[in-house]
């Protein structure tokens, strides 16, 4: 397993709230609440609770626990691919009318 030591000021990482823009876009909702079931370690946490690591041509997000990669977030010309293959459930709230 990779180790990385960082000062608390550069941390490689960001929370799950730096998916709230990009996917709301292409969703129209809030994704920050979404529930992600991690097919590594199989706990589920909000997607707000996820490490995005945002240096990288995408966005990464990975479990906090295990660190597996949950979701891969990609922007390309007239498209958002959303790489979910890492979450065995995405578990959405229902809006309330």
Same mark, same amino acid.
């Given at each position: @397993? $990779?180790? =990385?030591? &960082?000062?608390? +000021? /550069?941390? !490689?990482? &960001? +929370?799950?709230? *730096?998916?709230? #823009?990009?996917?709301? %876009?292409? @969703?129209?909702? /809030?994704?920050?609440?979404? %529930?992600?079931?991690?097919? #590594? ?5 909000? $997607?707000? *609770? @996820?490490? =995005?690591? /945002? ?11 295990? %660190? +597996?990669?949950?979701?891969? =977030? =990609?922007? @390309?010309?007239?498209?958002? $691919?959303? /790489? &979910?293959?890492?979450? $065995? ?5 229902? !809006?309330?009318?």
């Amino acid at each position: @397993m $990779l180790t =990385v030591h &960082v000062e608390a +000021d /550069d941390a !490689p990482w &960001v +929370d799950g709230n *730096a998916l709230a #823009g990009p996917l709301g %876009e292409i @969703m129209g909702t /809030d994704l920050t609440v979404a %529930e992600l079931t991690c097919a #590594g370690c199989r706990t589920t946490r909000p $997607l707000a *609770a @996820m490490r =995005v690591f /945002d240096r990288a041509p995408g966005l990464v997000a990975r479990c906090p626990g295990c %660190e +597996d990669v949950v979701m891969r =977030v =990609v922007r @390309m010309t007239g498209r958002v $691919l959303v /790489d &979910v293959r890492g979450s $065995l459930i995405v578990s959405l709230p229902v !809006p309330t009318a």
